[in-house]
Structures are given as structure tokens and as C-alpha cells.
């Protein structure tokens, strides 16, 4: 296959520490455009992961147009997400968004009209569908090594961590919610692809906004995306819990980027009626068993791919081929939806139902 010419729009985090250097290591991707609103971050990562060649823009309205950049990463602010994504849909361009693929269902359904009017891939950031231990855990499932899956729980709390107090990730407007959008798409998006994402039956959630809504007397140790912004927003939850009925297992959860207990848990139980498993998030998983009237217990360890670079290699070659993998979007619609559900639920003080 011939490289193709990438734009990469959005130059902060996530660009530098997973996508730009993802393409730079791929042979099949050439640079093409770096594209920020702050110049200097756009011309920083030309310089440290493009070529010579590479553009550094402000606009990537001005990148549209080239036809010979067929592959696009949009990693921007979740309220950009959408309009991005179908700008350059609409352009020819194959997209790969970063998670959350929008701030809504309605607006993820919006992008997936635009990707098949276009005949194009739009992919989104689920990296943990390219995690070694996490496809090990789903293949164990679907061999039946845990009997019939009836009950999942996940937690993904920290001590004091909310992300850059009064910033993009703590202003509604912009992030489309706090920790649930943040962290917890990962968690249920990982929970659902292990478990060929039943149909959802009812959605009950409760959100709080409690520890950083006095900004000025919320103490905290480190925050990332930092330093607080007191003359900023803070309108999200960093604190959320649901129950989600699927006509296969119930999936539980809690979340917090912070919360008075400083015992941090990011974790998720998959209970069968013959084995279960406890998945450490981003890590190795513990399978529990019995066997002729014995406990087992077994700790599964492994060499772990680099699932960012897996992801953008996988991007590449469907995006060259029209094939649709396991992060089209097409696959992470049920995501999407249980976040709108549990977001309605909690806003409505009552379970939300799907029929």
C-alpha cells in the first residue's frame, strides 16, 4: 500500500502523546497537516512528528480542499467533535475522532448519516478494543470459560483529580459533562465490546457536582490538564453512579475524578456463573474458577501491544480498504446511547427506558 497524508486537527494531549507519534512510526502514513487554533502547539508537533514537508495551520477549513489527505484525526474539544467530523466527511476525507465520538447520541447518529452519504470510515478513539489484555478477556467470554455472563461492575475513581478546574473539561458547553464522558466512556465502551453490546433495556443514573463547585476551596494534590482557572466554569459532575439493564449481564458502576476516599480504583468485574474475572484497567486480569471442588484463582499476565499505535494502523488500512473494524462507528452507537441514558436519568431523577 502506498502512505497516505494524514491531517492531524487538534495538537494538544492526545495528539502529541498518542497520535502524532503513532503516524510518524507507521510506514503507511505520511504528516501532511498539523492544525491548531494556537499556532505554536500546530508548529510544535510538525516539527517533532512531521517532515519538512509538513503544514502547520490555524484553520483546518484550509486543509479541506487538498485531495490528496484522505485520512483525518480530529482531536479536539467533544463540542467540535461532530461539526469536524462531518466537515471533513464531507470533503472525502476518512475520519478517526477521539472519544467521546460527540456529546450526544443525536449528534453521533449526525455523523454516521454524513460517513455512509460519503461512503467513508469514520472510526472513533475506543483504543481499548486494541488492548491485549481486553481482547483476551472478550475471547475467554466468548468461548464460554465463564458460563453465562450475569453481572458486570466497573469503578474508575480517583482521590482529588479533576482535570483542569475551570477549563474545557469542567464546562459543560464544551466537554458535554464531567467524569461520566471523560473516563467513563471508556470503561462502558470496553464493558460492551467484550460483550457484543446487548440491547439496552433501561438506564438508571445519578450524577454530583459537589467537591470542585467552591473552586477556590477545592484542595487537590496534582491536576492534570492544569493549572485551575478560577475565573472559569465548573457546571459538570466529577462524581457519577448507573445501573444498566441489557438483555444479556447488568452493568454497574461508579466513577469519580474525585472524591474523599483516597483510595484510587479503576477496575472491571465480569461475573459468570462458572468463572469470573477482575480486568485492572490498562493492565494484567485475575480469572477465578473452581476446579474438582478447588478454588482457582489465576493471574492472566502478558507482553501488552501498543494499542494507540494498533488503532491508527488499523485506521489506516480500512480507510484504504472501506473496510468497517471494531471501532466504526457503527459499532459504538449502544456506547453512546447508554451515556445519553444515564445522563437523562440523572437529570430526570428516574430510570430512562429503551424500547
Known amino acids: 500500500m502506498e502512505p497516505v497524508k494524514v491531517a492531524i486537527i487538534g495538537c494538544g494531549t492526545i495528539a502529541n502523546s498518542a497520535h502524532g507519534p503513532s503516524y510518524a512510526k507507521n510506514p503507511l502514513a505520511k504528516i501532511a497537516y498539523c492544525v491548531d487554533i494556537i499556532p505554536e502547539r500546530a508548529k510544535a508537533l510538525a516539527a517533532k512528528f512531521g517532515d519538512a514537508e509538513t503544514v502547520a495551520l490555524t484553520d483546518y477549513h484550509d486543509m479541506l480542499s487538498d485531495e490528496s489527505v484522505t485520512v483525518v484525526s480530529v482531536c479536539v474539544p467533544n463540542a467540535l467533535h461532530a461539526p469536524i467530523s462531518i466537515d471533513c466527511l464531507n470533503a472525502g476525507k476518512n475520519v478517526l475522532c477521539e472519544k467521546p465520538a460527540a456529546m450526544t447520541y443525536a449528534e453521533v447518529l449526525t455523523m454516521k448519516e454524513a460517513a455512509d452519504r460519503n461512503g467513508r470510515i469514520l472510526n472513533i478513539g475506543v ?14 467470554i ?15 475513581r480517583a482521590h482529588r483529580s479533576i482535570p483542569g478546574l475551570g477549563g474545557q473539561f469542567t464546562t459543560k458547553a464544551k466537554a458535554g459533562g464531567g467524569v461520566l464522558i471523560d473516563w467513563g466512556v471508556h470503561f462502558i465502551d470496553l464493558i460492551l465490546y467484550c460483550i457484543d453490546a446487548p440491547a439496552v433495556k433501561t438506564v438508571s443514573g445519578v450524577t454530583h457536582s459537589r467537591l470542585g463547585r467552591n473552586m477556590k476551596d477545592y484542595a487537590y494534590t496534582s491536576m492534570w490538564a492544569g493549572p485551575p482557572d478560577y475565573s472559569g466554569t465548573y457546571d459538570v459532575e466529577e462524581f457519577v453512579t448507573g445501573l444498566v439493564r441489557t438483555e444479556g449481564p447488568t452493568i454497574t458502576l461508579n466513577g469519580a475524578w474525585a472524591q474523599n476516599i483516597n483510595e484510587p ?20 486480569f485475575t480469572l477465578y474458577s473452581t476446579k474438582n471442588g478447588m478454588l482457582t484463582e489465576t493471574v492472566c499476565d502478558m507482553a501488552m501491544a501498543d ?16 473496510e468497517k473494524i471494531r471501532s466504526n462507528v457503527d459499532e459504538i452507537l449502544r456506547t453512546a446511547l447508554i451515556m445519553d441514558g444515564l445522563y437523562a436519568s440523572a437529570e430526570k431523577g428516574q430510570e430512562v427506558a429503551f424500547t
Request: some cysteine; glycine content about 10%; aromatic content about 16%.
Open 307 to 322: 494499542m494507540f499505535y494498533d488503532e491508527i494502523d488499523a485506521f489506516i488500512h480500512c480507510a484504504q480498504t472501506g
Open 265 to 284: 480504583a479503576m477496575f472491571i468485574e465480569f461475573m459468570g456463573d462458572k468463572a469470573g474475572i477482575k480486568l485492572q484497567y490498562g493492565g494484567k
Open 142 to 156: 466468548k468461548a464460554g470459560e465463564l458460563g453465562e455472563l450475569y453481572q458486570i461492575y466497573c469503578s474508575f
Open 127 to 140: 483504543v481499548n478494543r486494541f488492548n491485549t489484555a481486553v481482547n483476551n478477556v472478550r475471547d475467554l
